[in-house]
């Protein structure tokens, strides 16, 4: 019930225009705060720092451009040309290459055939560069056609991108198979979108067992899965899954948000297990960062990252 009253108090801050516009001004010069800890920075440059930061410590990443749904096919093609820019520089600074993008960032909310042309605008640099694009999940309105742009894409000569799927929504199951068949590599999510619990689970319980369920699978017929969480009990039981089916560390991946759980993603790389760091930047950070205090609300008050004595002993 707490966790549910504080992702509603954060979600309702997260939508006050005028505290975003405060946010925009203020919100990263202070160094200690929130937006710094979940954050990158505004621009760019300080992504691909932090990036390269992350590599220095064994650690794999993902660019990801905080902005909201293109209303206005303008808007769209600005978010072209803010993907195709962002996949040039992080292969001109020799990065791990791999970005998140979002398809109504390209029109998807607009017109499908625009998304579509889009996309492949976006993929084609990345194809040269042999950067990983990944597709992100939204909400529940907008996953058949999600999935649709993205098969059409993958029958054509594109084999740069993966899909990221929610364990929440009752359909995954049968879209994991979708997706297993074509090879892609899924990245499973629980789901932040409140869906109706008609096409959605509710009790965390009921999340947690579609997750485990699901990443079972995955390991057991999928390509190069990839599994997000930062849930320690998760994470050990996935580390017994992938033992059980004899997966070795290299054909998956744990993937977590920058500044969420650096403790966990440390033990984890000091085990061998490949960690990929969610790295989100750009001046549109408000609504995303009060996201992330909804999950975790202590962090309003943390004073330092996480610390090593919160690692359980199955994750050692």
Known sequence: ?????SKALFGAVAANEALARLARRYG????????????????????????????RAGRLHAIAYLGRSAPTFEAAEANVRQYRDIIEAVAGVGVNRSVSISLTRLGLGIDRATCLDNLRRVLDPALRRDCFVRIDAEEATHVAETLDVFEALWRSPYRNIGITLQARLKRTEHDVERMNRL????????????EPKRIAYHRKADVNGAFTQLTERLLRE????????HDAG??????????????????????MFYGVRRDLQAALVAEGFQVRVSVPFGPEWFPYVMQRLGDRPDALFAAAPDTPAAIPAATR
């Open 28 to 55: 990263m010069r202070r160094r200690g705060g929130p937006a710094r800890q979940f954050v990158a920075g505004g621009t760019l440059a300080e992504a691909l720092a932090v990036a390269q930061g992350l590599e």
């Open 222 to 229: 999928g390509t190069l899965p990839a599994v997000a969480t």
């Open 183 to 194: 090879g892609a590599s899924i990245r499973l999510v629980k789901g932040a979108y409140q």
């Open 1 to 5: 019930m707490l966790a549910a009253v």
């Open 234 to 255: 998760l994470i050990a039981e996935v580390q017994t899954q992938a033992a059980a089916v004899g997966l070795s560390r290299d054909r998956f991946e744990f993937q």
